[in-house]
């Protein structure tokens, strides 16, 4: 009888930024290859992909929250039950990169964590800020993602600079923290089973009658 192959883990991840920073543009480029210039900025999709990483396949399934992050309930909902959070603003909109920190400490705060979280943070639309359109120094987001330990990549969804790069970087964080959640609760549950069997022996000592 053969073996009916384990079934990959999904890891959910969501695209958190202000509005027409370019997380739909990226998302598509990541799922199809397009670069889509024209979209519903109100309107949230999720989108599903298959992929092989370096610990085996996995399907990836992206949340792309556009512009609901005014909406704080709809945005905790989203934040809600994921697993890795791409942060991404604009190089040529230094508001959008104004943003990020706030975004992220919402984030921890929803999900109540520590620093911990799989984080990867973008400046998307590099095409344009290499014409002079460059509001965000690279050694300022540098800095910022070092304060969070996290990466930081510059990408363009219209040329394709690093897109699949930051996808694949935030997937490696994922799978490596569900290892570490795997192996918290195999140790966890190995210490209880080892309290369980001394507390029987301890109680079969005490029932010996001298």
């Not at 990408?155 to 570490?180: C, D, F, I, M």
């Amino acid at each position: 009888m053969s073996r009916v192959p384990p079934v990959p883990p999904t890891h959910r991840l969501v695209m958190v930024g202000t509005g027409g920073v370019g997380k739909s543009a990226l998302t598509v480029k990541f799922i199809s290859g397009d670069f889509v210039q024209e979209y519903d900025p109100t309107k949230a999709d999720s989108y599903t992909k298959q992929m092989q990483l370096e610990d085996g396949p996995c399907v990836v399934d992206i949340l792309d929250t556009a512009g609901q992050e005014d909406y704080s309930a709809i945005q905790d909902n989203f934040y809600r039950h994921r697993d890795g959070f791409m942060l991404v603003f604009s190089l040529c909109e230094y508001e959008s990169f104004q943003a990020m920190p706030q975004l992220r400490e919402r984030i921890l705060r929803v999900l109540d964590a520590a620093d911990d979280v799989p984080v990867v943070l973008v400046g998307n639309k590099y095409d344009l800020a290499t014409r002079a359109y460059r509001r965000v120094s690279v050694e300022e987001a540098q800095e910022l993602a070092l304060s969070w330990n996290a990466m930081y990549l510059e990408t363009s969804a219209k040329t394709g600079q690093n897109v699949e790069t930051a996808y694949r970087e935030l997937l490696r964080l994922v799978s490596r923290a569900k290892l570490r959640q795997s192996l918290a609760h195999r140790q966890k549950q190995a210490h209880h089973l080892k309290e369980a069997q001394l507390g029987a022996g301890r109680k079969d000592k005490a029932c010996v009658v001298m």
